[in-house]
């Protein structure tokens, strides 16, 4: 967690003026209640103290409570409602936690919990509280002690300000809280490029498009197309090649973006026990090997740094909620998930050294290149060794590295993205043609 920013940001809001309009029918506060902020022991709380996030919505579509948690683990940032999946412990925990962490209190405007309705302040998680219920935030430590627990209600008409009340207390203030910086979609707490890869780092992609045989395992190859592009060169070939055809580079254009702009709708853990419950199967290589394939096909793509992740596609996902066991429900009974149609995802990393920009070029002395080569000798002599082959195995090393650390963050979960991704992502082979000009 970026304590700078948090600092900074907390700083700025407990120095900063809040406004209210005073009420001649309301009460006022006592002083020792307006020196207070708003946390737990009305006291300020130090901003790295906070190592645990819950916010619970209401979902007007439902009229259900709707929760949403962070939680910093051994120095990790980890979402439990989503399989703890890693979470951005920058911005985000900063900007949350800075919108309800020591904000000064206001003043009193009621104590009637008959009232909570009227300011929207009821408790979400209580039963029946339904279009009074405000967003409720809880801050803890890292033991689970409570440093702020308080529900934010409407905004205060003609002001910047909104009506908050702690959880357990029936009072009613006004405080400058920020409810509009206390996000809870999944996508907003994630790392934004999946593949971390830049469009300039794109050397090579590959659209593989097959059918499984789920009973035999057998893989029945339907088409597949390859454009590459080198180091420093402006084209993209395409293969295969046919005659008045060229490369369609808004198609290409469209992928490579997509690529580099991949972003999660959900994560599910990568289980074998699931995979072919998502639409991927395990089946027979030519060589009698064994190779996991999609149900909708797949896609390579290979960095300049020689990183090649395998996408493979699977079926339609459902929904968190519907999509908690090994053994998922029936697609075409959640209706809502299906018009959506968002797609399993796994990916695989392998590392492969001919397109690693990153290896220096063999460099031998000038008697290595000069001597002659020996014809027909029965003896021939070893090949020279390059004197800079410290420095290739190094960067080769390194390589393998990044490889195995993107593999294994890759193989903890199965993805989920959206129709538009996948679309975008495995195009009809007859998307990246057009007439020659």
Same mark, same amino acid.
Not at 277 to 292: A, H, M
């Given at each position: ?9 907390? +700083? ?6 809040w ?21 737990a022991s009305?006291s ?19 009229? %259900? ?18 399989f ?9 925990v900063?900007e ?13 405007v009621?104590s ?22 405000g ?7 890292e ?10 209600g409407?905004?205060?008409s ?14 009613? &203030?006004?405080?400058s ?7 809870t979609?999944?996508?907003d707490?994630?790392?934004v490029? +999946? ?8 050397? %090579? ?7 499984v045989?789920?009973?035999s ?5 339907r ?12 084209a993209?070939? +395409? ?13 290409v ?21 699931w ?9 027979s290589t030519?060589?009698?090997?064994r190779? +996991? ?5 797949e896609?390579?793509?290979?960095s300049?740094?020689?990183l090649?992740?395998r996408?493979?596609?699977?079926e339609i996902a459902?929904?968190?909620?519907g999509?908690?066991k ?9 209706t809502?998930n ?25 460099e ?6 000069a ?9 021939p ?21 990044r490889?195995?650390?993107?593999q294994a ?6 993805y989920?993205v ?9 195009p009809?082979?007859?998307?990246? &043609?057009?007439?020659?000009e």
């Amino acid at each position: 967690m970026n304590k700078t920013a948090i600092g900074a940001l907390v +700083l700025a809001t407990v120095t900063s003026l809040w406004t209210w309009m005073p009420e001649a029918e309301r009460e006022a506060a006592p002083k020792v209640e307006r020196e207070q902020v708003l946390t737990a022991s009305g006291s300020v709380v130090a901003p790295e103290k906070v190592a645990g996030i819950r916010v619970v919505s209401m979902d007007t579509a439902t009229n %259900e409570a709707v929760p949403f948690e962070v939680k910093r683990v051994e120095g990790r940032w980890l979402i439990p409602s989503h399989f703890d999946y890693p979470a951005d412990g920058g911005t985000q925990v900063g900007e949350t936690a800075g919108a309800v962490l020591n904000i000064p209190m206001g003043p009193l405007v009621t104590s009637k919990k008959a009232e909570h309705s009227e300011y929207g302040v009821e408790d979400p998680v209580a039963q029946g509280s339904g279009d009074g219920a405000g967003k409720r935030v809880t801050l803890t430590d890292e033991g689970g002690a409570v440093l702020v627990d308080v529900i934010i209600g409407k905004q205060k008409s003609q002001t910047k300000v909104y009506f908050v009340r702690r959880a357990n207390e029936p009072q009613v &203030y006004t405080a400058s809280v920020k409810p509009k910086n206390i996000k809870t979609n999944f996508e907003d707490w994630v790392e934004v490029s +999946l593949l971390k890869v830049a469009t300039n780092e794109i050397r %090579e992609a590959t659209v593989k498009n097959y059918s499984v045989n789920e009973e035999s395992g057998s893989v029945t190859k339907r088409s597949m197309v390859v454009f590459s592009k080198k180091k420093d060169e402006g084209a993209w070939t +395409l293969l295969p090649t046919f005659p008045g055809k060229g490369v369609n580079i808004e198609t290409v254009d469209t992928f490579i973006k997509e690529a580099a702009q991949l972003t999660l709708v959900g994560v599910r853990p990568f289980d074998s026990d699931w995979l072919q419950e998502r639409g991927f199967y395990l089946g027979s290589t030519p060589t009698r090997g064994r190779q +996991l394939y999609g149900n909708e096909g797949e896609v390579q793509i290979v960095s300049k740094y020689g990183l090649v992740y395998r996408l493979y596609f699977g079926e339609i996902a459902l929904g968190d909620d519907g999509d908690k066991k090994v053994k998922r429900p029936d697609v075409n009974s959640i209706t809502s998930n299906s018009a959506n149609h968002n797609r399993y995802m796994a990916i695989f990393v392998q590392y492969d050294p001919e397109f690693d920009e990153d290896i220096p070029a063999p460099e031998f002395s000038e008697e290595d290149v000069a001597a002659p080569k020996e014809k027909d000798s029965e003896d021939p002599k070893p090949p020279k060794v390059p004197k800079n082959q410290a420095e290739i195995a190094s960067a080769l090393k390194a390589g393998q590295a990044r490889a195995e650390k993107a593999q294994a963050r890759f193989q903890e979960f199965f993805y989920v993205v959206s129709n538009a991704s996948f679309e975008k992502l495995r195009p009809a082979r007859e998307a990246f &043609y057009k007439s020659a000009e």
